[in-house]
């Protein structure tokens, strides 16, 4: 690890740049768990990871390697049972994608971080802090407080991995209209079950009372990072 965490407010806008800076990922062999589209994925790979393997479930996770790096492998897969071998990742990022995870299985998740994590290998796990704005804006279709506050608890009953960093940083989050909003968020894969009209109209009144007068809308949203280390043998 080469340096220390950010500041509670400092903007931060290459997560992955950041990160790096604090857990190993230059020259190692790197997991990411709940890759999505795969987009910081492939920033691991320009920090100067040897390998990078992305999971998320069938249907999310890319389908095609068309454009990414060589050394990028995406695979369908869940964060409780990963379909890899023990001790085969020098670090795992689960970023903003531990709430997803069911409750139940929100413990085993973490378990199975563990396993595949070679000893010593950290976890970094970011979470979005459900306050502001923009959280007031996405609760009528997606309200993530409760699956959020159970992340963190997962997280403090953790024990087959020892906490090293606990900090808070700001990420900035823009959209140029109601419309861009509606494709990225209203309409994300993240967003489970439908969508009522009734919530759409909430949720644009709440963007329209946020938005700037040219409708667009910026906020620089609380992400809290927890890094925890596998005991070395």
Known sequence: MTSGPPTDQKIIRDEAAM????VPVAGCHVLEVGCGGGAFARKLASAGAVSVIAIDLPGV???SDAGKPADVAFRAGRAEELPLDDEV??????MKSLHHVPNPQMDQALREAA????PGGALVVCEPVAEGAFDEMIRPFH???EV????QEALDRCTVLSAKHDFHYLVPTDYESFDDFRKRMIESPTVTGPVTDQARRAARERYEVHASEDGSFHEDRRVHCRILIKPAL
Request: positive net charge.
């Open 61 to 63: 996770v890319p389908e």
């Open 89 to 94: 990742s020098d670090t795992c990022f689960m």
């Open 19 to 22: 990160l790096a800076g604090i």
């Open 143 to 145: 309200d993530e407080r």
């Open 148 to 151: 959020r506050r159970q992340a």
């Open 115 to 118: 396993r595949v994590l070679k």
